[in-house]
């Protein structure tokens, strides 16, 4: 049963929007806050507000994978096994929570605490492997660090993702994606080292980006390369026509020409 409070909230996630419909992303993850999945009851509610139906609703949750049916724990882990991370012990990683936690792929912990499951990328493969608690980053894991992670988060410790944030629950994360901020968006760096290590190099070197001219003026050069090389087409294509045209004849001048050709059949019909 959807809350008239949550209900309120749906709305106010819709009047965001210049088109309401544009709210449904966080609509979702509101009802995952308050539901801890997407439940009948929360497609119900969101078509309701939308003025659309629940089987639009329902298309839209059933198409993005951050959005759950079953329930999720507290803690829902991920492990990326995509082909860096793979290699990297991405999969090692996966294998050895399944058997510490006695779980399958998108199963949940007998008490609770901690959903399973393995990611995609997540375009932190400088940092691989990579686990997310919650969508937060846990960088560098090896199958030890990955055990000792999930033991803290079922034993209630404060854990910290490798960037910097405390990782919140499930709940509140999805209520921070439905665009409710819980203050801590400060926590950590935005970008880590690894991903810093182009921007020192270009520092070191006295690289930039140019300038917001010099890059149209990049833009505009490249255009008139390609406006020329447009123009020039007619023209290869006058002559590549003028000189089909000139083999041609020439070919018709030698089959009128040749002995072996017209005169032989001349000479057939003459026999
Ligand atoms: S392959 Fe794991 S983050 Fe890219």
């Known amino acids: 049963m959807i809350s008239d409070e949550s209900l309120a909230e749906l709305r106010a996630i819709a009047a965001r929007y210049p088109q309401p419909r544009s709210g449904l992303l966080p609509m979702l993850h509101l009802v995952q806050s308050v539901e801890g999945r997407i439940t009948p009851e929360g497609i119900e509610a969101c078509a309701d507000v939308l003025g659309i139906s629940a089987a639009e609703v329902s298309g839209v949750a059933t198409f993005y994978t951050m959005y759950k049916r079953k329930p999720v724990g507290d803690y829902h882990v991920g492990v990326c096994t995509n082909t860096l991370c793979a290699v990297m012990g991405g999969d090692e990683i996966f294998a050895r929570l399944k058997e510490h936690l006695d779980v399958g792929n998108d199963e949940t912990t007998a008490d609770g605490k901690v959903t399973l499951e393995h990611l995609e990328c997540n375009a932190a493969c400088d940092y691989a492997p990579v686990m997310m608690v919650n969508w937060e980053f846990v960088d560098n894991q090896t199958p030890e660090s990955a055990v000792q992670l999930v033991d803290d988060l079922r034993s209630g410790a404060e854990v910290r993702s490798t960037r910097g944030p405390r990782i919140c629950t499930w709940r509140e994360a999805s209520r921070v994606l439905a665009g409710f901020p819980d203050g801590r968006v400060d926590e950590g760096p935005s970008a880590g080292p690894a991903s810093l290590v182009g921007l020192g190099i270009a520092a070191e070197r006295g690289w930039s980006a140019p300038s917001v001219e010099e890059a149209q003026d990049a833009q505009d050069a490249r255009d008139g390369e390609g406006g020329h090389a447009v ?41």
């Open 231 to 271: 123009a020039e087409e007619p023209e290869r294509e006058a002559a590549a026509t003028e000189d089909a045209g000139t083999k041609e004849a020439e070919a018709a001048v030698v089959e009128k020409e040749s002995p072996t050709t017209g005169t032989a059949a001349e000479k057939g019909d003459a026999q």
